[in-house]
């Protein structure tokens, strides 16, 4: 049982200090991160087998990358390098509160260059499910490397999971994040959102606007005040729990590993079943709380033994 994430692997320098601009900040914590590839790290960290695919630069930032994952456990038989481009940098500044603002260094950036011909199909067929984000598809030859990959996905019957994961300064404009992210919509089984994203997507707050075809689940994170997953018929709500968040970046990541893990244990026993929906809700919203209590993506995704610890002491 494994999970075979796509997407950009890249470093988040995270300012030192809270409610100021990247600018004005003294200086960063380096931190590995990448949404596709926080959820990956994140499901290994919870006991399922992970993968990952992409293409970072052939240069001190991937190659530290690469080791990250790989002293995570993380298959790395689909990451490429490239000496076309650099590894994509973010520099992150955090309100008070920690929600964060982004400045992006990608023009253009490795990921950004990755092809079909570099997509590992192998280790796409080695999956049980495929999970992606929008990122890659914002541009070419990404966006055609993706939409390959998510094709072998279906059509090798994998169960597809979707996080549009909207970053608007890396698109042209708001039309065209609009339509790029809704590409990933028609082969989503899973899709997550955020309010904000939702928002953003449909214009109102209606979950199902967003349901195609291929829906199986929608989940809309509602941070503090937890999450919501839509079916075709029925409806599930988690509160969010209290915690001392320092920074949010890597909690939404958290929290589909937390779903995707639930689900791919439960399907090992019962195929083709979703396991009790309100209990896998409840441990993603505790992966994704954790996950804001430290600085950093990666390095603030929690263990199973943390996670099971903190759903006790949480009633």
Known sequence: MTIAALGELLIDFVALE???????????????GGAPANVAVAVERLGV??????????????????????????????LRFTDKARTSLAFVSLAANGERSFMFYRHPAADMLMTPADVALDVIENAKIFHFGSITMIHEPSRSATLAAVKHAQAKGLLISYDPNLRLALWDNADAARDGMRIGL???HILKVSEEELEFL???????????????????TRGENGASLYTADADYHQDGF?????????????????????IIEYQAQHPGQFPPLQAALRFACAVGAIATTAKGAIPALPARTQVEAFLAAHG
Not at 54 to 66: E, I, N, T, Y
Request: no cysteine.
């Open 18 to 32: 809270s409610g100021v601009t990247v600018g004005e900040a003294s200086g960063f914590v380096k931190a590995p």
């Open 202 to 220: 449909t214009g109102g707050s209606d979950a199902r606007a967003l349901w195609h075809t291929n829906t199986q689940m929608i989940v809309v």
């Open 186 to 188: 028609e082969y989503a």
């Open 49 to 78: 087998p992970a993968a990952f695919l992409g293409q970072v630069g052939d240069d001190p930032f991937g190659h530290f990358l690469a080791d990250v994952l790989r002293a995570e456990g993380v298959d790395v038989a689909g």
């Open 242 to 262: 209290k915690v001392a968040a320092v920074d949010t970046t890597g909690a939404g990541d958290g929290f589909v590993a937390g779903l995707l893990t639930q």
